[in-house]
């Protein structure tokens, strides 16, 4: 994969937050009917922040990041989660791009463990880059099951 083809943003701008958006709706709402209300919840704001990665000027990945509570976690940590690639842009190393580039950013803001929920599905995936599963913390209800996933950065 040459990912010279791609560029990675840090999402500031509203316009930019829309392309997150846009990512997460073709490859996950209109896929799999999730409801917008259900994709969009109380972690979309306008101050949370997202990976987005583009072919030329189109939105084709994203992540999200925010903060978990201090009494959470024993050590500093960052969830990460609506992470998706758009279906005619998967195999092509992009999920491992915005994984890497989210740790990246979550390092640089004082976070030492990155913390997630997969889709039982990608756990695989997460495991080749380095995060633990947590089996005992399943995440049930809504459209997947999914499994706890940390790592320390």
Same mark, same amino acid.
């Given at each position: 994969?040459? =990912? ?11 316009? *930019? ?8 709706? *073709?490859?996950?709402?209109? *896929? =799999? $009917? ?14 949370? !922040? ?9 939105? /084709? ?6 903060? %978990?509570?201090? $009494? ?12 998706? /690639? ?7 190393? %992009? ?25 039982? /599905?990608?756990?695989?995936? =997460?495991? !080749? ?5 947590? =089996?005992?913390?399943?995440? *049930? ?11 320390? %950065?």
């Amino acid at each position: 994969m040459n =990912y010279t083809d791609f560029k990675v943003i840090r999402a500031a701008e509203t316009y *930019q937050q829309a392309g997150a958006y846009y990512v997460r709706i *073709q490859a996950m709402a209109r *896929q =799999y $009917n999730i409801s917008l209300q259900e994709e969009f919840d109380e972690h979309d704001t306008p101050d949370t !922040k997202y990976i987005v990665i583009l072919d030329g000027e189109f939105p /084709v990945a994203t992540c999200r990041l925010y903060e %978990l509570p201090e $009494n959470e976690e024993p050590v500093p940590a960052m969830m990460f989660g609506r992470i998706v /690639v758009l279906p005619e842009y998967r195999k092509q190393g %992009l999920g491992r791009l915005v994984v890497t580039e989210a740790e990246k950013w979550a390092k640089e803001l004082g976070c030492r463990k990155a913390v997630l929920d997969s889709r039982d /599905v990608a756990v695989g995936f =997460y495991k !080749k880059l380095g995060y633990t599963a947590d =089996y005992s913390r399943k995440v *049930q209800g809504g459209t997947f099951n999914c499994i706890h996933m940390e790592k320390m %950065l």
